[in-house]
């Protein structure tokens, strides 16, 4: 079983309210749930958004002329992220 993470978070005013609201109109059973939900979403968006970035990459790489690429061996590939340039 993974370890779990005690978290002590305050919050007061219309935050607090807000939460509150939540959890008293049946979204959430209690405040841990909200907030592991909150973490869960935000999880999400984050990978959501790295997709994203690597599909937009991706989509500029197949794009290319066949003039803008390089020949590579796999050593310079290597090398090259190392920040070891072999050219």
């Not at 500029?60 to 020949?71: R, V, W």
């Not at 090398?79 to 340039?85: D, E, P």
Request: proline share 0%; hydrophobic share 35%.
């Amino acid at each position: 079983m993974s370890e779990t993470m005690n978290l002590n978070v305050r919050v007061s005013g219309a935050l607090r309210d807000y939460v509150s609201s939540e959890i008293e109109s049946g979204s959430y059973e209690n405040v841990s749930e909200y907030v592991r939900d909150l973490i869960r979403k935000e999880k999400d968006r984050s990978e959501q958004a790295a997709f994203e970035h690597m599909k937009a990459e991706l989509q500029l790489a197949f794009a290319a002329y066949d003039s803008e690429y390089i020949a590579m061996s796999a050593d310079d590939v290597f090398a090259r992220h190392s920040g070891k340039h072999t050219q």
